[in-house]
Every structure is written in C-alpha cells, then in structure tokens.
C-alpha cells in the first residue's frame, strides 16, 4: 500500500461518507459512520499508524469489543469534508482491553476526536456483533430527510413504521422482514440514546431516532448504504402517498407480504402482520 488511503476499508469509508453527502443526509456535521476492522485491515493500516495517544474513557461498555479497531467519522465533522479532507475528518481508535475507552491510532489530527455519537455506534457494534455471530461491522447514522418527516405523522411504534414501510415499496419486506425499530425523541449523543437504540437492535437492524433520523447496520458498507436508501425511499412513497390527498385506493395487502416472504425464502415478522 502507498498510503492508507489506499486501504480498501478506507476507500470503502469514504466512498459511503461521501455517497450519504450526495443524498442530502449529512447537513452540515450531522450524521456518522463507524467501521469495525477486519484483521486484514489493521494490518494493512498498521504501517501508518503514529504514536498512540493515552485513552479515553467511555461512559459505555462491551467485553465483546475489547482490542477491536474501529474507522470513525469525527465529532463535529462534516461528511461534505471526508473526501478533500480525510485525516482530519475521519480516524482510527483502538479499543482497550476492558471495552471501555479508545485512543486514536490514525487520523482526528489537530485534537479531533470519535463521532458525538460513539456511545451510540459502540453499543450497536456489540450488540450486532452478538447477533450476527461477529458478521456486522458497519454502524451508520444519518439525517434521511423522508424517514424524520415521517416521524411527525405516524404513531412511534415498530408495528406502525414496519407496516408502513413494508407497504410503500416491494423490496422493503425482502431486505428487513424483521422490521424496524422506534426511538421516541431523546436527546443526541449520550448514553441513554445509546440504550434505547441497541434494545431495538437486538432485534431489528435498523432504528428510526424520531424527529432526528436513521441508524442502520450491516455486514458492509454496500448492506447497510443499501439498507438505509430502501428505508429512505419508502418512506418518501409514503408521505408522498399522503400529501397527494387522493383516497388510497389499494397498496401492499398482509397476503402479498406473506407471498413475498415464502417466495424469497424470508421470515417476515408475524407480530406486524394482521
Ligand atoms: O452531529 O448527527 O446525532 C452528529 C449527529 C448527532
Ligand atoms: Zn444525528
């Protein structure tokens, strides 16, 4: 590798950070993306790895992290920043040996540190990695226009978001029959927010933060960009549906849902089904 920029996990991150940027989701510092490394990937980032800063303590902790690295977006960054800007927009921690604090091995350079949000990313990780047997590595948050103004209209309940989405677009019970999961409005950043969203995402694999926006998991960058722009664009026929006034005349019944789940061989949450 000439650089670490030159690292596929790096080029992947990027990529993500900059494919969120064109869609609209990332206002200014808003959002954040965190990547659980693969052995391979230290590896090839390890060369360029400077001295290691001191640890910092988090108020959260997983045993099931202790020693990963993790690719982080930075705390008051802006996602329109990464790609011009990446060693100061983006960086890499350690996690410690008790799962409970980080240092910067790469990147936050000129004193920046992890996404306001790593409370947040650092539970899901743990919990996803759980249910996933170690497959999840990717952590995304954004500002998904569509899917807050849905927040204003629908009751915040998984039944009522799952069945919704479900109904506005043919692909969304294939690509999360489990659902998806609710958070009432919390206050960003802290560790309360970081329960209630890893709760949901024992279950589901993606959390609706209401009036805020989307948080979303995935084994790669490609599952969890894609899982976030499906839920997204149903959400946006919904509303659309709606704002037109036209009576709905039909949409998506319980019995075609049940005939898309048995013929791509899925297992569509029967809590939500009528
Ligand atoms: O600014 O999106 O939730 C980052 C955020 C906080
Ligand atoms: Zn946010």
Not at 106 to 133: C, I, Q, Y
Not at 158 to 174: G, I, N
Not at 239 to 268: H, N
Request: proline residues 4%; glycine residues 10%.
């Amino acid at each position: 590798m000439s650089g670490i920029l030159q690292v596929p996990a790096m080029q992947g991150f990027i990529r993500m950070c900059m494919d969120g940027w064109y869609q609209g989701w990332h206002e200014r510092n808003g959002g954040n993306l965190t990547y659980r490394m693969t052995e391979e990937d230290v590896n090839q980032c390890r060369p360029f790895f400077h001295a290691l800063g001191s640890w910092v303590q988090m108020d959260v902790q997983a045993e099931n992290l202790a020693g990963e690295y993790f690719i982080t977006t930075g705390s008051g960054k802006y996602f329109r920043n990464v790609e011009p800007d990446p060693s100061h927009s983006l960086g890499i921690v350690e996690i410690n040996g008790e799962g409970n604090a980080w240092r910067i091995v790469w990147g936050l350079e000129d004193g920046g540190k992890p996404t306001s949000e790593f409370p947040s990313h650092f539970m899901n990780h743990s919990v996803r990695k759980e249910a996933t047997n170690g497959a999840n590595r990717v952590i995304y948050h954004c500002h998904a226009t569509n899917v807050i103004t849905l927040t204003y209209i629908l009751s915040l309940t998984d039944r009522d978001f799952s069945r919704a989405l479900w109904q506005s677009a043919t692909e969304c019970p294939v690509v999360f029959p489990e659902g998806v999961g609710v958070c009432p409005w919390m206050v960003p950043g802290g560790v309360d927010i970081a329960r209630a969203t890893s709760e949901k995402m024992k279950t589901y694999q993606a959390a609706i933060w209401a009036q805020h926006g989307l948080f979303v998991s995935g084994s790669d960058f490609d599952t969890a960009f894609g899982l976030a722009h499906t839920i997204e664009k149903s959400a946006e026929i919904y509303w659309k549906v709606l704002a037109s006034g036209q009576p709905i005349r039909q949409t998506i019944t319980d019995d075609a849902l049940r005939a898309i789940a048995k013929d791509f061989g899925v297992d569509l949450n029967k809590e939500f089904l009528e």
